[in-house]
């Protein structure tokens, strides 16, 4: 880390490791089961188009893989011996994070009538080049920073109002996590005004 | 004009357009500055989520993009049926109409992004890349 100590506020909860390694039987929280109260047209009455319903599923599954591989970025942190207990802390509660963001989106495109992708058995994390906990951290937070606009980006593409909010919800939560990686790196947390 | 109809023609411009810009391959364009090329990896950054230059992830691998055709990384089994019957070959040109609109250019693509808007940030980001996935040079084609 650099030398720097990982200060957390009082009030940050971080998982249990037992929590956060379980990978399924994620209880999603209220927040999260009322995003998924259902299709914004089809609430309204309006019927969505099934080329909407396709679009919006194809979105919802590309985030969906690349929820799956940041579980696994993390797990490869986790279990890299490189991070101090106070990283590992963080580390494995912003992989619950992506657990809970994987099972919401999961759970909304089988509600949309779509098969949902599953976690690959093997991803191509550059393990070589990480060699110490900043570089763990290093490569989470760029992970995070993609995913913030990767979320960005599909926002304004979903036919579903309510799917967008739900992408808003998640951007939200990495974009905490961008913050808080780039703060224990000893790099301006907030670099910006605005997200790309 | 409908929305369909657009996308149609945008594929087609690309098409085109790759086609045209064929034996640019092969022409070594002028070197980018050294500020282009910070501008274009900073812009990069925001494809990590889902690619990087030399693996596949949720997105395919970028080393070896220029010349390539679309849906063929080596390695890469999950495009889309529409990437895969694009028959866009990747070049400048076609680079920068399918970024400024992925699900325009290409509909059906897995890539649900909205685009790089800003014409300069695409040129910078194109730069970079050309720069940074030539392969045995800058990279190295994983299968």
Redesign the interface.
């Known amino acids: 880390m650099n030398g720097q100590r990982l200060v957390l506020p009082q009030t940050f909860s971080v998982l249990s490791r037992r929590r956060a390694l379980v990978g399924s039987g994620l209880v999603l929280s209220a927040s999260a089961v009322a995003l998924l109260g259902g299709r914004d047209a089809l609430a309204a009455g309006a019927k969505a188009s099934t080329a909407d319903v396709e679009?919006d599923v194809?979105?919802l599954?590309?985030?969906l893989?690349?929820e799956f591989?940041?579980v696994a970025a993390y797990q490869v942190g986790a279990e890299s011996g490189l991070l101090g207990k106070d990283a590992l802390g963080v580390a494995l509660a912003f992989q619950g994070h992506h657990k809970e963001h994987a099972a919401a989106i999961s759970a909304t495109v089988h509600k949309l009538g779509g098969q949902a992708v599953t976690a690959k058995a093997k991803?191509?994390i550059?393990v070589e080049k990480l060699k110490s906990q900043a570089d763990v951290l290093q490569y989470a937070a760029?992970?995070e920073?993609?995913?913030i606009?990767?979320y960005l980006?599909?926002?304004?593409?979903f036919a579903d109002k309510a799917l967008a909010q739900m992408a808003a919800s998640i951007l939200g939560d990495e974009a905490m996590h961008w913050a808080v990686l780039r703060q224990v790196l000893g790099e301006t947390p907030v670099p910006s005004a605005f997200m790309? | 004009m409908t929305s369909g109809w657009r996308a149609g023609a945008a594929l087609a411009s690309i098409v085109a357009l790759a086609a045209s810009s064929a034996t640019a391959q092969t022409t070594p364009a002028k070197a980018p500055d050294g500020a282009t090329l910070q501008r274009g990896e900073q812009i990069y950054?925001?494809?990590?989520?889902?690619h990087?230059v030399e693996?596949?992830?949720?997105?395919p691998q970028h080393c070896g993009l220029f010349g390539r055709r679309a849906g063929t990384a080596p390695g890469f089994d999950?495009y889309?049926k529409a990437m895969r019957d694009s028959n866009i070959v990747w070049s400048e040109h076609s680079l920068d109409l399918f970024l400024e609109a992925p699900?325009r250019a290409v509909p059906?693509?897995?890539?649900?992004?909205?685009?790089v808007k800003d014409p300069r940030e695409r040129a910078d980001l194109i730069a970079w890349l050309r720069e940074a996935t030539l392969p045995g040079v800058r990279c190295r084609v994983?299968r």
Do not use: F, Q
């Open positions: 679009a194809r979105i599954n590309t985030a893989g690349a591989e940041a991803y191509n550059p760029g992970l920073k993609g995913a606009s990767a980006g599909a926002m304004p593409l790309s | 950054a925001r494809c990590a989520a889902c990087a693996a596949n992830r949720t997105g999950t889309s699900t059906g693509t897995a890539m649900g992004y909205a685009g994983s």
